[in-house]
């Protein structure tokens, strides 16, 4: 059952922590990315990846990092650095081109306590 | 810089009715626009996927269309069910955007009351 997970479905964070969100697929894409939603708005690119080893930012790309280590693997870590992180994540993926579509994952929702 | 706008923000409809939803974006420069579903609290669900040579696409009750010289597309629900509420998203990916980036509209809220 092919899809993109992403782990945990809710997470909170107390000030000064960093904290890292899980995302996999098993989609074969070599692409994938993170975005925000925050409400009222539409979706925001935090960074992406086309290939291992390798990855971009994106917009808002300001207090969070990443790594890509495996095709199937792309975490997101919000750091202290990121002062209003309370937001929905979401992971998706792509076959690298420019036609192709996006899958996303289930999202994590984050909260700053 | 692309931006791309959802009108309306929020639609609620009577069971059965047909409905549209429009979409809009600045830069004709784009190689696709992708349709999306999200119910609250969850991921997004691609519907449709239109590429800038293509005029629609149709899947079951869906139908998107796309007139890029004007900077449009439409999502055209045929016999509308309560099923079918949810945050409703288009976002288009630039001819100019470097790794495959997206750009959202800001949504339309579909309720349908049965």
């Known amino acids: 059952d092919g899809g993109i997970t992403q782990s945990p479905k809710y997470l909170f964070r107390k000030e000064g922590q960093n904290v890292t969100l899980s995302c996999e697929q098993n989609l074969n894409h070599d692409a994938m990315y993170w975005y925000r939603q925050d409400p009222g708005q539409g979706l925001r690119l935090i960074y992406y990846s086309q290939i291992v080893n390798d990855f971009q930012k994106g917009d808002i790309a300001e207090g969070y990092s990443v790594s890509r280590e495996k095709k199937e693997s792309f975490p997101l870590t919000v750091t202290s650095a990121q002062k209003n992180p309370t937001a929905f994540y979401l992971c998706?993926?792509?076959?690298?081109?420019?036609?192709?579509?996006?899958?996303f994952g289930p999202g994590t929702r984050l909260t700053v306590l | 810089k692309q931006e791309v706008t959802q009108i309306p923000a929020a639609l609620s409809v009577p069971e059965g009715e047909n409905l549209v939803l429009n979409c809009s974006f600045t830069?004709?420069?784009?190689?696709?626009l992708q349709w999306f579903r999200q119910d609250p609290g969850k991921g997004l669900t691609s519907l449709l996927l239109i590429q800038s040579s293509q005029r629609e696409q149709t899947s079951g009750r869906l139908n998107a269309s796309l007139d890029k010289s004007s900077g449009r597309s439409t999502l055209y629900i045929a016999a509308s069910q309560p099923g079918d509420s949810a945050t409703y998203l288009c976002a288009v990916r630039g001819a100019y955007n470097q790794g495959g980036k997206l750009i959202f509209g800001q949504g339309t809220e579909l309720s349908v009351k049965p």
């Open positions: 998706a993926s792509s076959i690298v081109g420019a036609y192709n579509e996006q899958f």
């Open positions: 830069d004709s420069a784009i190689y696709n």
